[in-house]
Every structure is written in C-alpha cells, then in structure tokens.
C-alpha cells in the first residue's frame, strides 16, 4: 500500500521518530511518502502530494498535528489513518483508537473507515476549520496561560493542566454571552462556553462524552457560574462520573460576546476590548478516518450504510 505520513517530528518519545514511524509502516507493507507537519508550507506540501495516487494519509503526533491534518486535507475521498503520540490523544480516544505505531498499523484496511464531521467557524478573521473545539472564556484563557510556562510531558502533562483549568476556572470572571442553537437563543453569564465537535478536549476530558463524531451536529458546553465548586472538583476525577456542565445540541451554533478570549482547538486568542460573532457549523463533506477494530463509531457508519 502507499501512503503519505504527516508526523510531527517533536510529537512523543524516541520511539516515535521519522525512522522509527517509517521503520512500522516499511513492516506493514506500507510505503510512504513523508512530509512535515512543522513546514511552514505543509498544507501546500500535502495538497501537492494528493496528486499522485495514494491509499491513505497517515496523521502521526498529537491532537494538534491529528487537527491541522484532518482540517488541511483538499481531497477528502482519500481515508485518514491516525497514529496516536501525544499525552491526551483526544482524537484517537474519541474514536477508540489507541496502541503503538507497529500495532495500529497491523490493523489498517482503508475499506474499514468512519466518517467524522469537521467544524468550520465564521467570524471576523475569517473562516476557520477545527477538529476538536472552538470556545470562549475559561478554556481559551487555559491555552494562553500555559502558553507562558515550560510544557509539562507525558502524564504529568495531562496532571498539570488538569489542575491549571481548576486554576482558571477559580479566578475566571463570568462572560455575558449570548448563545443561538439552531435558532433557540440562550443568554447569560457563564465561566465559558465550548461548542465540541468529538467527546474528549484539553488535558483528556470528555466534556461531551455522548458526542457523535459523525452526525453533523456539534455539542454545546456552558459551564455554569452556580456550579463552579463543583466543575472544579470533578476535574480531580474526570472519568469516573459525568462532566457537571449543561449541555445543548444543534447543526448550527452563533455565539455573541465581547472582551473574553476564545480559542480554536489548541490555539487560543486574546480579545480584550473586542465584540464578536462566530456562526459555527459542521463542514458538509467529512472526513473518513481508518478505524483498526469494530466500535460504535463504525458500527454507526454500517448501520447508515445498510439502511439507506
């Protein structure tokens, strides 16, 4: 089979460097082409290398990388493999993919694949696609703060920033918001509010743990002023009962605020004394990413499959 590898050479361990990545695909009869997802040019270098016949594209780091992937591909008839390297993993967890490079790629058939939606937001700066969240309030505030700091690694990665939003969320002001889902307007202060496209987001939390990657719709998450004791004390915990968040779900989302950040999957952007309007949907066309064993995600897809 032929692919290309995206890989994020700074992604993980020693063990997941471009020889070590090639060295798993070359045992899985695979060959693959490489390209860098830290070129500045990578789009253009993926969109070029689609010209040529391939199998599959291979999404190889974190959900960063997994994200600037997913959303950069032009030809969306070509399936998506992911290989998993970061600390969260909040892609790959959110489809039931999980294992090292030599064993996920014993398991790849590009026949067996599920479609997974992609977020597009329209706001002042432009139109924007995202993979995992676009919010505002707490957790873009999160983003910007821990972009200050030295980066944590491994588990204590997810530690850390776990007890860092517990940080923010204690300090963060409320944001008066205006909120539309599909045409019901919801208005109110709230610590923040995260319109999902997966289940898992941040340090590993499965905000919208009912999130059907696949169905065109987006999760809406406001996190409560009356229940901040509470939010910040489940994130001691955060899989082992229900996230104490409201939540609303609808296939287009306006949101309407002013002087609060906001952030587009793990990039967060300070709006100090700014008032916007974002209009998020889910893009028509998605994308269909290898899944290596039966889950629901495709066992949803089969179903659909065999009904229509």
């Known amino acids: 089979m032929r692919a290309i590898l995206c890989h994020n050479p700074t992604a993980g361990t020693k063990g997941h460097d471009k020889d070590a990545i090639l060295g798993a695909l070359k045992l899985g009869d695979i060959e693959a082409r490489y390209i860098s997802t830290k070129d500045d040019d990578f789009q253009e270098n993926l969109t070029e ?14 959900d960063g990388t997994i994200g600037r992937v997913l959303t950069a591909l032009a030809d969306r008839s070509v399936p998506v493999a992911l290989l998993p390297l970061g600390t969260a ?17 014993e398991t790849w058939k590009p026949e067996r694949t599920a479609p997974v939606d992609i977020g597009s937001v329209k706001a002042p700066w432009g139109t924007t696609r995202f993979l995992e969240a676009f919010g505002v309030g707490a957790f873009p ?15 204590n990665n997810l530690r850390k920033g776990r007890a860092l939003l517990q940080k923010t969320l204690k300090d963060a002001k409320p944001i008066d918001i205006e909120v539309i889902v599909d045409g019901r307007s919801v208005r109110g202060e709230f610590l923040g509010v995260e319109v999902m496209n997966i289940p898992f987001t941040g340090p590993g939390l499965p905000f919208a743990e009912k999130a059907d990657v696949g169905d065109g719709k987006l999760d809406v998450i406001f996190f409560d002023v009356d229940r901040r004791k509470e939010l910040i004390e489940w994130l001691e915990a955060p899989l082992e009962s229900r996230p104490p968040v409201t939540m609303r779900k609808g296939e287009k989302i306006e949101l309407i605020w002013a002087d609060a950040p906001n952030r587009i999957d793990d990039r ?24 290596p064993v039966k ?14």
């Open 295 to 308: 889950h629901p995600a495709q066992q949803v897809a089969e179903a659909k499959a065999k009904s229509a």
């Open 89 to 105: 993993n909040n892609a790959a967890r959110s489809l039931g993919i999980a294992g090292t490079p030599q064993e996920l790629v």
């Open 49 to 62: 290398a689609l010209k040529k016949s391939v199998d599959f594209v291979i999404a190889a780091g974190g």
């Open 141 to 155: 505030e999160l983003l910007l703060t821990a972009a200050k700091g030295k980066k944590p690694e491994g588990a």
């Open 268 to 291: 967060g952007f300070d709006n100090e004394g700014k008032k916007l309007v974002a209009e998020i949907t889910c893009e028509e066309e998605q994308v269909n990413v290898l899944i």
